[in-house]
């Protein structure tokens, strides 16, 4: 009985792995052989949710992979964010954390407040708003599949969040690293900081950097940008449990309301594994018997599969009828959280710039 309740979800979970090798080939193909980068610019989990779109709305998806689908979902999204924090080294950023710390939380403050003012302007459900602010501020598809489970989010408002991330998250992946150049007159270590605080993706701020550095021949840049990037995302530690507070405030009865019903406990496992990475820095980076940077690799390599086969399933189970019926207004949303964590990031910077200089 038990054997039969575990098989019940394979044929799901192998249709979404199916979906991710097609996904990431695609990438390659697009990236690499027709753009020209060493590694793709484009978040492959972006052409998962994309393709199981494409799919999940023009073929009927059978019932026998449902289950599966709903496990990946759950599940298999879950492992993915806690193999995530294997690559955070939060050691890294002491040099320059001085200025990336508090840049990042002033941007996080910023953008929720004009979020929490659209709420009330354009009437957007809350769950979206929190959404695509958590994507705008943190660390874009990452962190708004992280925080979806914890706040109950629908498939469709998952989608809708993470296309709205995508677009305008492409669109400072192109304009911002000629626009930094000029307006931060060449100096690495502002624009690095202006472009890992201002871009939504990991991968969007790499190429970002990539474009700068190919462009402008300033690989410190990229480092800079790269490092402050990773440190954006590790506020997911703070930013969904706090959303999860946020959100079931108020929705439960007093006398069952509790910060530890509602803690993503997933989140204990992404702490665990950035302990697991500095640790490991410390006791096998001189163990020449032991391929501890392999190790990291692997790790890495699992978390890409896992979050974007969670992507195809939740691309597969999309229906864009009700992804139109949500209407524009998410994405005014989404354009103004971009323009508010760039204006607010140069304000801070030329606030340093004033004070510290």
């Given at each position: 009985?038990?054997?039969?309740?575990?098989?019940?979800?394979?044929?799901?979970?192998?249709?979404?792995?199916?979906?991710?090798?097609?996904?990431?080939?695609?990438?390659?193909?697009?990236?690499?052989?027709?753009?020209?980068?060493?590694?793709?610019?484009?978040?492959?989990?972006?052409?998962?949710?994309?393709?199981?779109?494409?799919?999940?709305?023009?073929?009927?998806?059978?019932?026998?992979?449902?289950?599966?689908?709903?496990?990946?979902?759950?599940?298999?999204?879950?492992?993915?964010?806690?193999?995530?924090?294997?690559?955070?080294?939060?050691?890294?950023?002491?040099?320059?954390?001085?200025?990336?710390?508090?840049?990042?939380?002033?941007?996080?403050?910023?953008?929720?407040?004009?979020?929490?003012?659209?709420?009330?302007?354009?009437?957007?459900?809350?769950?979206?708003?929190?959404?695509?602010?958590?994507?705008?501020?943190?660390?874009?598809?990452?962190?708004?599949?992280?925080?979806?489970?914890?706040?109950?989010?629908?498939?469709?408002?998952?989608?809708?969040?993470?296309?709205?991330?995508?677009?305008?998250?492409?669109?400072?992946?192109?304009?911002?690293?000629?626009?930094?150049?000029?307006?931060?007159?060449?100096?690495?270590?502002?624009?690095?900081?202006?472009?890992?605080?201002?871009?939504?993706?990991?991968?969007?701020?790499?190429?970002?950097?990539?474009?700068?550095?190919?462009?402008?021949?300033?690989?410190?840049?990229?480092?800079?940008?790269?490092?402050?990037?990773?440190?954006?995302?590790?506020?997911?530690?703070?930013?969904?449990?706090?959303?999860?507070?946020?959100?079931?405030?108020?929705?439960?009865?007093?006398?069952?309301?509790?910060?530890?019903?509602?803690?993503?406990?997933?989140?204990?496992?992404?702490?665990?594994?950035i302990i697991l990475r500095n640790i490991g820095d410390q006791?096998f980076i001189s163990n020449s018997?032991?391929?501890?940077?392999?190790?990291?690799?692997?790790?890495?390599?699992?978390?890409?599969?896992?979050?974007?086969?969670?992507?195809?399933?939740?691309?597969?189970?999309?229906?864009?009828?009700?992804?139109?019926?949500?209407?524009?207004?998410?994405?005014?949303?989404?354009?103004?959280?971009?323009?508010?964590?760039?204006?607010?990031?140069?304000?801070?910077?030329?606030?340093?710039?004033?004070?510290?200089?």
């Amino acid at each position: 009985m038990l054997l039969n309740k575990y098989l019940v979800i394979i044929p799901g979970i192998i249709l979404a792995f199916v979906l991710y090798t097609l996904s990431q080939g695609f990438n390659n193909i697009i990236g690499i052989e027709l753009l020209g980068y060493d590694k793709s610019p484009i978040s492959t989990a972006m052409i998962a949710i994309l393709l199981g779109m494409l799919f999940g709305n023009v073929f009927q998806v059978r019932e026998g992979f449902q289950k599966g689908l709903d496990f990946t979902r759950e599940y298999i999204l879950k492992l993915g964010i806690i193999f995530l924090g294997i690559q955070l080294k939060p050691f890294e950023f002491l040099d320059f954390g001085k200025i990336a710390i508090p840049l990042i939380i002033i941007c996080i403050i910023s953008v929720l407040i004009v979020i929490k003012l659209l709420i009330k302007k354009l009437k957007i459900p809350t769950r979206m708003a929190y959404l695509i602010s958590i994507g705008s501020t943190v660390c874009g598809t990452t962190a708004i599949m992280a925080t979806a489970p914890v706040i109950k989010a629908s498939k469709n408002e998952v989608s809708y969040a993470i296309a709205n991330i995508t677009l305008f998250g492409i669109l400072s992946m192109f304009l911002y690293p000629y626009f930094a150049n000029v307006y931060f007159d060449n100096q690495p270590m502002l624009i690095g900081l202006f472009l890992g605080t201002s871009i939504h993706e990991t991968s969007q701020v790499a190429a970002a950097g990539l474009i700068y550095e190919q462009q402008f021949d300033s690989p410190e840049t990229l480092n800079i940008a790269t490092v402050t990037k990773l440190i954006r995302n590790t506020f997911l530690i703070v930013m969904i449990p706090l959303f999860a507070f946020l959100y079931n405030r108020g929705k439960t009865n007093k006398k069952d309301y509790s910060i530890l019903n509602i803690f993503p406990y997933f989140v204990l496992g992404f702490v665990g594994m950035i302990i697991l990475r500095n640790i490991g820095d410390q006791i096998f980076i001189s163990n020449s018997s032991y391929n501890w940077s392999e190790t990291i690799n692997i790790i890495k390599f699992l978390s890409k599969i896992f979050l974007t086969m969670a992507m195809a399933a939740i691309g597969l189970s999309t229906n864009l009828k009700d992804i139109k019926s949500m209407g524009y207004k998410p994405f005014i949303v989404g354009f103004i959280a971009m323009l508010t964590v760039g204006i607010v990031c140069i304000l801070t910077i030329e606030s340093y710039l004033q004070f510290f200089t």
